[in-house]
């Protein structure tokens, strides 16, 4: 079937073509259908969904209704919501019906959408393929042996897969924008602070933002009108005016700047990655942009500074997770020392386990100098390197990922191969800016990403860029075969 | 061998906030467990951190208090260790930039001088949940109410030299913090607590010795007890030969003794960083100053006062300006009858005892303010002599009157107390003595002449048994013109 | 930058973890492997460079002292592995 839009939705749902009800359960039965085969859901929540959408065909009626009013969408199961399972991917949490809504949550539901359930994710969000999740690993749409990628797996490939048209994620170092690119869709990461992190379970806190992904950017730009905003219980939010995102998406690109960073496109890069990049700046050329190439020198410390500040973040953030308040508890525990031992080591997994691990490692004494300062410091080099860059260019673009989506299993017991793949988005991540994941081509059949960033707070401009791109190719409306 | 005492001290000081330092719930003592705790107090998955207001006001107040070096930039870190009173696995703190840099106190020895003790620091922090080991079994329930309670942890320089500098130390932070109102200095309801660090070393010896931290001290009395207890069981050790191990201590009051908590091997690796929940606390002179301008007078400054302006001794100055609602209620008093002295005396004497007897505070005295100088007024203006002053006081402790100034009015005549200062009236009570008191009349005529004075006392009793309240002077007089005569 | 099997079990207690004996290997291999790759940060110079904890540099927000929270302790506990009277219960802490 071709590609559904949440812009078509609200389109019929305002005419009358369809209610919120008759669309809810029509994206139900899809889930029933198809999910099976992708477990890009761990709580569907058929009744709840059903109330909502009778209430938003009740709103419509009334003539209150709000764009969003009654358009299905999914949560990420690392969004707290209140009176529903919210697991996180892991045993630890396979109980934990959280007492409270996330912002983003309580933004959607004031909106008036409707939400289908909860879906699945790498671990913790600790993951690039979706394959650590208690609930069992996520497949690709396009290629069920192939992973959907990570940590938001569950919303790339529901999406993909058109089980909803539109789902919320959340990106620590490339968790949104990599599953988009490997499952075909559109994938935004806004800048650090300009949505709440409020109710959304931390996996490193100076690195994790929410965003959403789609199929398309106009698309991407009516879910962040919804949940983007100054939130008081968030003290990284950022007291900011949010402009209408969709307002400057038909503006044209001429004398638009991109920045092409020579490290992005070295010798190592695929050649057909870099062709599929290649040609999709050409078309921004054919737009009006110009183009030209720029440099972000401290690229060679991304990894290594991402990889040692999460896990310092991490380490600490999963504290909490020890069987005394919420979530999993150990069988009869001898004394509080084996109460948490045992309760951590079988609530979590390996992944999360390696990673507080180096976390407590790095922070240890004897070692914060050696690894967290200096990976401070070098995020402080990272950052700089795009300020500069941004002196010259309105955007940057690049690869979002080295490869198109890797098979299941081919690097889930290799942390550092995995950690490699990450190397195009981890960056933003450290400099808190903005970044895209559009569909710009395919290879053997695999979606391929075209990477945006933006300056700070330019989420507009870069939705603008994305649109455009999406006026002249068709790349976002493909949709796996079967499907 | 000659031993040196040192010790540091380190003050958990509750800030007298509503809500705790990162949510909105509320901090009174005593509700039931965990109904003051919500989803941030909890550690729950998701939630968030936002430092509360009040709590860096009241910490800059503190510093300018005690003369320190406010920091414009402070940062909250993680400290990183499991206890199931701390519901994150951290507590949020401030260790590489704390609010308050290096200040410093004056603390009042025995014998009247002053000794200046300098702080090192004092960071913002929170406090821990309660765990209550009696009542659940073989289990331990743990109530989180306490839990994101702010805290200003106080780090003395290591410069006090006994239990009894300790204890007064600790006396002044509580005078200090009370005064300032950012304290309600309940230390039995825990509102402060300490660590104390204790070493020894060889008279002379410049280097320290190792030492060790008695945990959560939580009484003046316990302070200088514990620290005694430690002080013999180091030397103890020390004068046998042995070695101190470097370890956290515990204090029985029950045994007077101190035992072994845990050892420096058995310390964690806290794994501190900076909080990526919150960002760097930036405060600027405009700020600082506006917190400058809300510090009350502070007990130094009062008790300087007190000695120079009012003429007070050292030690009544040094009592009076101690305790905020004292030092207030005695400058009621004084200032109303415009009499510090006669006020000190009062406030000293009477109604100190008072407070002892009856275990009460200030607050809660019978006698306010107003009524005392209202009955010290009517001793300067002669209508009551000092003990019929006196049994006013104690009928309103009694609850004979009532909260106003009026009753005592009512209590003096009542109670016949209105000093009779009438030459007249006092020498025919005077006569009416000396006529039914023959035998101490012959004694005191047997009296050599330079003794008589001395006799006399007799007689006064006499008259004042006859009629309360007479005046003491005019009966001296009546009384040596009376017996000259025979 | 290898770690030997006790660091694997010391900084797993650090964290209250345990690794099974089994898997103290693949443990060992991974968390050295990890390490070997962050060791390219060691090698370069960064005196004089500011830490960036958190890419917004602004300053910490300050909440007004008012009680927001109301009493949810039977919502919360009901999620609780194990309450009594109102308190979380683990098993007997003793100091």
């Given at each position: 079937?071709?590609?559904?839009?949440?812009?078509?939705?609200s389109?019929?749902?305002?005419?009358?073509?369809?209610?919120?009800?008759?669309?809810?359960?029509?994206?139900?039965?899809?889930?029933?259908?198809?999910?099976?085969?992708?477990?890009?859901?761990?709580?569907?929540?058929?009744?709840?969904?059903?109330?909502?959408?009778?209430?938003?065909?009740?709103?419509?009626?009334?003539?209150?209704?709000?764009?969003?009013?009654?358009?299905?969408?999914?949560?990420?199961?690392?969004?707290?919501?209140?009176?529903?399972?919210?697991?996180?991917?892991?045993?630890?949490?396979?109980?934990?019906?959280?007492?409270?809504?996330?912002?983003?949550?309580?933004?959607?539901?004031?909106?008036?959408?409707?939400?289908?359930?909860?879906?699945n994710?790498?671990?913790?969000?600790?993951?690039?393929?979706?394959?650590?999740?208690?609930?069992?690993?996520?497949?690709?749409?396009?290629?069920?042996?192939?992973?959907?990628?990570?940590?938001?797996?569950?919303?790339?490939?529901?999406?993909?897969?058109?089980?909803?048209?539109?789902?919320?994620?959340?990106?620590?170092?490339?968790?949104?924008?990599?599953?988009?690119?490997?499952?075909?869709?559109?994938?935004?990461?806004p800048?650090?602070?300009?949505?709440?992190?409020?109710?959304?379970?931390?996996?490193?806190?100076?690195?994790?933002?929410?965003?959403?992904?789609?199929?398309?950017?106009?698309?991407?730009?009516?879910?962040?009108?919804?949940?983007?905003?100054?939130?008081?219980?968030?003290?990284?939010?950022?007291q900011?005016?949010?402009?209408?995102?969709?307002?400057?998406?038909n503006?044209?690109?001429?004398?638009?700047?991109?920045?092409?960073?020579?490290?992005?496109?070295?010798?190592?890069?695929?050649?057909?990655?870099?062709?599929?990049?290649?040609?999709?700046?050409?078309?921004?050329?054919?737009?009006?942009?110009?183009?030209?190439?720029?440099?972000?020198?401290?690229?060679h410390?991304?990894?290594?500074?991402?990889?040692?500040?999460?896990?310092?973040?991490?380490?600490?953030?999963?504290?909490?997770?020890?069987?005394?308040?919420?979530?999993?508890?150990?069988?009869?525990?001898?004394?509080?020392?084996?109460?948490?031992?045992?309760?951590?080591?079988?609530?979590?997994?390996?992944?999360?386990?390696?990673?507080?691990?180096?976390?407590?490692?790095?922070?240890?004494a004897?070692?914060?100098?050696?690894?967290?300062?200096?990976?401070?410091?070098?995020?402080?080099?990272?950052?700089?390197?795009?300020?500069?860059?941004?002196?010259?260019?309105?955007?940057?673009?690049?690869?979002?990922?080295?490869?198109?989506?890797?098979?299941?299993?081919?690097?889930?017991?290799?942390?550092?191969?995995?950690?490699?793949?990450?190397?195009?988005?981890?960056?933003?991540?450290?400099?808190?800016?903005p970044?895209?994941?559009?569909?710009?081509?395919?290879?053997?059949?695999?979606?391929?990403?075209?990477?945006?960033?933006?300056?700070?707070?330019?989420?507009?401009r870069?939705?603008?860029?994305a649109?455009?791109?999406?006026?002249?190719?068709?790349?976002?409306?493909?949709?796996?075969?079967?499907? | 061998?000659?031993?040196?005492?040192?010790?540091?001290?380190?003050?958990?000081?509750?800030?007298?906030?509503?809500?705790?330092?990162?949510?909105?719930?509320?901090?009174?003592?005593?509700?039931?467990?965990?109904?003051?705790?919500?989803?941030?107090?909890?550690?729950?998955?998701?939630?968030?951190?936002?430092?509360?207001?009040?709590?860096?006001?009241?910490?800059?107040?503190?510093?300018?208090?005690?003369?320190?070096?406010?920091?414009?930039?402070s940062?909250?870190?993680?400290?990183?260790?499991?206890?199931?009173?701390?519901?994150?696995?951290?507590?949020?703190?401030?260790?590489?930039?704390?609010?308050?840099?290096?200040?410093?106190?004056?603390?009042?020895?025995?014998?009247?001088?002053?000794?200046?003790?300098?702080?090192?620091?004092?960071?913002?922090?929170?406090?821990a949940g309660?765990?209550?080991?009696?009542?659940?079994?073989?289990?331990?329930?743990?109530?989180?109410?306490?839990?994101?309670?702010?805290?200003?942890?106080?780090?003395?320089?290591?410069?006090?030299?006994?239990?009894?500098?300790?204890?007064?130390?600790?006396?002044?932070?509580?005078?200090?913090?009370?005064?300032l109102?950012?304290?309600?200095?309940?230390?039995?309801?825990?509102?402060?607590?300490?660590?104390?660090?204790?070493?020894?070393?060889?008279?002379?010896?410049?280097?320290?010795?190792?030492?060790?931290?008695?945990?959560?001290?939580?009484?003046?009395?316990?302070?200088?007890?514990?620290?005694?207890?430690?002080?013999?069981?180091?030397?103890?050790?020390?004068e046998?030969?042995?070695?101190?191990?470097?370890?956290?201590?515990?204090?029985?009051?029950?045994?007077?003794?101190?035992?072994?908590?845990?050892?420096?091997e058995?310390?964690?690796?806290?794994?501190?960083?900076?909080?990526?929940?919150l960002?760097?606390?930036?405060?600027?002179?405009?700020?600082?100053?506006?917190?400058?301008?809300?510090?009350?007078?502070?007990p130094?400054?009062?008790?300087?006062?007190?000695?120079?302006?009012?003429?007070?001794?050292a030690?009544?100055?040094?009592?009076?300006?101690?305790?905020?609602?004292?030092?207030?209620?005695?400058?009621?008093?004084?200032?109303?009858?415009?009499?510090?002295?006669?006020?000190?005396?009062?406030?000293?004497?009477?109604?100190?005892?008072?407070?002892?007897?009856?275990?009460?505070?200030?607050?809660?005295?019978?006698?306010?303010?107003?009524?005392?100088?209202?009955?010290?007024?009517?001793?300067?203006?002669?209508?009551?002599?000092?003990?019929?002053?006196?049994?006013?006081?104690?009928?309103?402790?009694?609850?004979?009157?009532?909260?106003?100034?009026?009753?005592?009015?009512?209590?003096?005549?009542?109670?016949?107390?209105?000093?009779?200062?009438?030459?007249?009236?006092?020498?025919?009570?005077?006569?009416?003595?000396?006529?039914?008191?023959?035998?101490?009349?012959?004694?005191?005529?047997?009296?050599?002449?330079?003794?008589?004075a001395?006799?006399?006392?007799?007689?006064?009793?006499?008259?004042?048994?006859?009629?309360?309240?007479?005046?003491?002077?005019?009966?001296?007089?009546?009384?040596?013109?009376?017996?000259?005569?025979? | 930058?290898?770690?030997?099997?006790?660091?694997?079990?010391?900084?797993?207690?650090l964290?209250?973890?345990?690794?099974?004996?089994?898997?103290?290997?693949?443990?060992?291999?991974?968390?050295?492997?990890?390490?070997?790759?962050?060791?390219?940060?060691?090698?370069?110079?960064?005196?004089?460079?500011?830490?960036?904890?958190?890419?917004?540099?602004?300053?910490?927000?300050?909440?007004?002292?008012?009680?927001?929270?109301?009493?949810?302790?039977?919502?919360?506990?009901?999620?609780?592995?194990?309450?009594?009277?109102?308190?979380?219960?683990v098993?007997?802490?003793?100091?």
């Open positions: 079937m071709s590609n559904i839009t949440i812009a078509e939705i389109k019929n749902l305002a005419s009358g073509k369809y209610s919120s009800v008759e669309i809810t359960q029509d994206f139900l039965q899809r889930i029933k259908q198809n999910d099976k085969a992708i477990n890009s859901f761990i709580t569907v929540t058929e009744e709840q969904a059903l109330a909502q959408a009778k209430a938003a065909d009740e709103q419509r009626q009334n003539g209150n209704a709000s764009v969003l009013t009654g358009v299905p969408i999914a949560h990420k199961d690392n969004y707290c919501t209140d009176g529903v399972l919210t697991s996180c991917g892991s045993k630890m949490l396979s109980n934990f019906v959280a007492p409270y809504n996330a912002t983003v949550v309580e933004k959607f539901n004031e909106a008036g959408t409707v939400s289908l359930g909860k879906l994710m790498d671990e913790f969000a600790m993951g690039s393929s979706s394959e650590s999740s208690f609930y069992g690993a996520v497949s690709n749409p396009w290629d069920s042996n192939r992973v959907a990628g990570g940590s938001s797996g569950g919303s790339a490939a529901a999406v993909a897969a058109n089980l909803i048209p539109g789902a919320t994620a959340s990106d620590t170092g490339g968790s949104i924008r990599q599953p988009a690119a490997f499952c075909g869709l559109t994938g935004i990461k800048t650090y602070g300009r949505v709440s992190r409020w109710g959304i379970v931390a996996y490193a806190s100076s690195l994790d933002q929410a965003g959403v992904i789609t199929h398309t950017a106009e698309d991407a730009a009516l879910m962040l009108n919804v949940m983007s905003g100054f939130d008081e219980k968030d003290s990284t939010s950022m900011l005016e949010v402009p209408d995102f969709t307002a400057d998406l503006n044209g690109l001429a004398g638009l700047t991109i920045g092409l960073p020579k490290e992005y496109f070295s010798a190592d890069l695929d050649p057909a990655m870099q062709q599929a990049v290649s040609d999709a700046v050409k078309e921004y050329e054919k737009l009006g942009a110009k183009v030209k190439e720029i440099s972000l020198p401290h690229s410390l991304v990894i290594p500074s991402y990889y040692l500040i999460s896990a310092a973040e991490c380490s600490a953030n999963m504290s909490r997770m020890d069987g005394v308040r919420f979530g999993y508890r150990c069988d009869n525990p001898t004394d509080i020392h084996d109460l948490y031992v045992r309760s951590r080591s079988e609530g979590l997994g390996s992944e999360v386990k390696r990673r507080i691990m180096i976390g407590a490692y790095a922070l240890s004897g070692y914060y100098d050696a690894y967290y300062k200096k990976a401070q410091q070098a995020r402080r080099l990272i950052k700089n390197d795009f300020v500069n860059a941004f002196k010259e260019v309105d955007i940057i673009a690049g690869p979002v990922t080295p490869t198109t989506a890797f098979n299941k299993n081919e690097k889930n017991h290799d942390p550092v191969a995995m950690a490699l793949g990450d190397v195009f988005t981890v960056a933003l991540n450290l400099a808190g800016l970044g895209m994941s559009i569909n710009c081509g395919q290879i053997n059949n695999l979606p391929v990403g075209l990477q945006l960033i933006g300056n700070y707070f330019e989420e507009a870069l939705l603008n860029a649109h455009q791109f999406q006026q002249v190719t068709d790349w976002h409306l493909k949709s796996p075969a079967g499907l | 061998m000659q031993w040196e005492v040192v010790i540091g001290l380190e003050i958990h000081v509750q800030l007298a906030t509503k809500t705790k330092i990162f949510s909105g719930s509320s901090t009174a003592y005593g509700a039931d467990a965990n109904t003051q705790a919500d989803v941030v107090d909890l550690g729950m998955p998701g939630v968030l951190p936002v430092f509360n207001k009040e709590a860096l006001q009241m910490a800059v107040k503190f510093g300018l208090a005690i003369d320190a070096e406010i920091h414009h930039k940062v909250f870190d993680r400290k990183n260790y499991f206890y199931p009173d701390s519901p994150k696995g951290y507590q949020t703190t401030q260790l590489y930039y704390p609010t308050v840099g290096m200040g410093h106190i004056e603390i009042e020895l025995e014998d009247g001088s002053t000794k200046r003790i300098n702080v090192t620091r004092a960071h913002l922090e929170e406090d309660k765990s209550v080991h009696e009542g659940f079994g073989s289990s331990s329930g743990i109530d989180l109410n306490r839990a994101g309670t702010p805290l200003i942890e106080i780090v003395s320089e290591p410069e006090l030299r006994s239990a009894k500098e300790a204890a007064a130390y600790f006396r002044k932070m509580h005078s200090i913090v009370t005064y109102g950012i304290c309600d200095g309940d230390l039995s309801q825990g509102s402060m607590r300490c660590d104390c660090n204790v070493s020894l070393r060889p008279k002379g010896q410049e280097e320290f010795g190792t030492r060790a931290e008695i945990k959560n001290v939580n009484s003046f009395r316990n302070v200088e007890r514990a620290i005694d207890a430690e002080i013999e069981r180091q030397m103890d050790i020390l046998d030969g042995g070695t101190i191990v470097q370890e956290t201590r515990l204090y029985d009051a029950d045994k007077n003794e101190t035992r072994s908590m845990r050892s420096k058995e310390e964690n690796d806290y794994r501190y960083f900076p909080c990526p929940d960002l760097p606390v930036l405060i600027d002179e405009d700020y600082i100053e506006a917190v400058r301008q809300t510090l009350p007078e502070l130094d400054a009062k008790r300087q006062r007190y000695i120079s302006e009012q003429g007070l001794s030690i009544d100055a040094g009592v009076l300006s101690a305790n905020r609602s004292l030092a207030d209620y005695f400058e009621t008093v004084a200032e109303t009858i415009n009499d510090y002295k006669l006020a000190a005396n009062w406030v000293q004497g009477d109604v100190s005892a008072a407070l002892n007897r009856l275990e009460v505070s200030i607050e809660e005295l019978a006698v306010s303010a107003e009524q005392l100088a209202y009955i010290l007024k009517l001793i300067k203006d002669n209508t009551l002599n000092n003990g019929g002053a006196k049994e006013v006081f104690n009928a309103l402790l009694e609850g004979k009157g009532d909260d106003t100034v009026a009753c005592i009015d009512t209590l003096v005549d009542q109670l016949g107390l209105k000093q009779v200062s009438d030459t007249g009236a006092i020498e025919a009570i005077v006569d009416e003595v000396l006529a039914n008191n023959t035998k101490l009349v012959e004694s005191y005529l047997a009296t050599p002449e330079d003794k008589r001395k006799a006399i006392g007799p007689f006064i009793g006499q008259v004042r048994k006859a009629a309360k309240g007479v005046n003491p002077q005019v009966v001296m007089e009546v009384l040596k013109k009376k017996l000259s005569e025979l | 930058m290898a770690l030997d099997p006790k660091q694997v079990h010391d900084i797993a207690e964290v209250r973890l345990q690794i099974e004996d089994d898997q103290v290997q693949e443990y060992q291999e991974n968390l050295s492997n990890i390490l070997e790759m962050v060791n390219q940060l060691t090698s370069f110079e960064t005196d004089n460079i500011e830490p960036l904890a958190n890419p917004i540099e602004i300053a910490q927000r300050l909440r007004a002292d008012e009680v927001t929270a109301v009493n949810k302790r039977d919502l919360f506990q009901s999620i609780a592995p194990q309450t009594e009277q109102g308190y979380y219960l098993p007997r802490v003793v100091e």
